[in-house]
């Protein structure tokens, strides 16, 4: 699913990190309650061959989302790793709908 997006779009091995962090931002701007991340999220895994790089922004952002989804439930599991995951499935979802 990654990859697949990942080629879909253009993307490098080393514009990685830009892609996933426009994914996050549009994931939260589209989704601000954060419905479509789920503790499901936690048995996605997605091969990454480096590390990722989140600028300032975008941690500004993740924090935005952390903020929702705890006040939501105080103990959801790796919280942070789920709305990754979820920005991922996001992008590759915004490309199978045509959408940019």
Do not use: Y
Not at 66 to 76: E, H, M, N, T
């Amino acid at each position: 699913m990654l990859k697949a997006a990942l080629k879909r779009d253009g993307v490098g091995e080393r514009h990685v990190s830009r892609w996933l962090c426009r994914q996050i931002a549009d994931l939260l701007e589209k989704d601000p309650a954060l419905i479509s991340v789920g503790r499901g999220e936690a048995v996605t895994t997605f091969p990454l061959r480096r590390n990722i790089t989140i600028d300032t922004e975008t941690d500004a952002v993740l924090d935005q989302g952390l903020r929702v989804l705890l006040v939501q439930d105080p103990r959801f599991p790796g919280a942070a790793s789920a709305i990754v995951r979820a920005a991922i499935k996001h992008g590759f979802r915004r490309g199978e709908l045509g959408a940019s």
